[in-house]
């Protein structure tokens, strides 16, 4: 890995994960934070005894996004433009040796979803009259795009990296409704399995993944998928949960604080990514 460059894209579970791979490198050599945007959303660190660059890149759908004002309404609507890749990530491209792309959970945000400039159709839109096509779509088309924009690069020779679905531990709730996770110990195989949006996700996941391995392979690209999801959905003990902010319950114990069962704990659960993730490229020629 001496003089590469790995770059993670995706959302704040990516972001999570480069954090976890930041304190585990530390352990050998003293990183320089050598470059951060005005929101800090975009990072870089060297390893100078290595030579060695960490970049992290904020694109939580891989493609186009903005917010629009609602016409006569103080609120906002998200757009997604599935036929037009995030530029905040694909200028980039050619920089890098190493890209790992992840990502899902922000697809369920109410959208609207564009093509040509065209809307097609929406997530959770009610008072309108387009068509519901729901997020496992949007996150498809998303993500053929990245991989579609990854191909046909004609500067980037990389290695390319998918890391799969993170499932959330929230119960008695969702995240905004009172959701907690208060279990101190993993599952064990027998004692959960995975369905519903964890199942569907990670299946759009692989099947995208494999048409994208068998195109980059024609084109002499390489593609790994970085399987975490089965070995996630069995930690439900590993999340900050209340613990989101320091000190939540320092001016009343029995306070009812938002918890965090979807991000994970330094050290944590998530390193076991990053074994994964070491052990893959060793594998590998660079």
Same mark, same amino acid.
Request: charged share 25%; aromatic share 14%; with cysteine.
């Given at each position: 890995?001496?003089?590469? *460059? ?27 934070? *050598? ?16 030579? %060695? ?7 939580? %759908? !891989? ?43 922000? %697809? !369920? ?94 299946? *759009? ?17 390489? %593609? ?63």
């Amino acid at each position: 890995m001496r003089g590469k *460059i790995l770059a993670f894209v995706g959302d704040s579970i990516g972001r999570n994960h480069m954090q976890s791979l930041v304190c585990l490198l530390s352990q050998v050599d003293d990183p320089r934070d *050598i470059y951060k945007d005005e929101t800090d959303k975009f990072r870089r660190w060297l390893f100078p005894s290595y030579n %060695f660059t960490l970049a992290v890149l904020w694109s939580p %759908f !891989l493609v186009k996004e903005m917010t629009k004002k609602i016409e006569g309404s103080a609120s906002e609507q998200l757009h997604l433009y599935l036929d037009i890749a995030d530029k905040k990530w694909t200028s980039q491209l050619h920089e890098f040796d190493i890209v790992l792309l992840s990502g899902g959970q922000w %697809f !369920l945000k109410a959208a609207i979803y564009l093509e040509k400039d065209e809307v097609m159709g929406c997530h959770y839109c009610p008072g309108t009259n387009f068509t519901q096509l729901g997020f496992y779509f949007a996150y498809r088309k998303a993500l053929r795009l990245a991989f579609k924009s990854i191909n046909t690069s004609p500067d980037y020779k990389g290695l390319t990296f998918l890391r799969t679905f993170t499932p959330d531990h929230f119960e008695n709730g969702r995240w905004d409704n009172g959701g907690t996770c208060e279990r101190t110990v993993p599952y064990k195989n027998n004692e959960i399995v995975m369905e519903g949006m964890n199942t569907e996700m990670y299946k *759009i996941q692989l099947e995208e993944f494999e048409k994208a391995a068998k195109d980059g392979a024609a084109r002499g690209l390489k %593609f790994r998928l970085i399987d975490t999801t089965w070995a996630s959905l069995l930690r439900p003990d590993g999340h900050p949960g209340p613990y989101r902010y320091s000190h939540p319950f320092a001016k009343d114990k029995n306070a009812k604080v938002q918890n965090d069962c979807l991000h994970w704990c330094l050290p944590g659960p998530i390193d076991a990514w990053n074994e994964f993730l070491l052990e893959m490229l060793k594998r590998e020629s660079m």
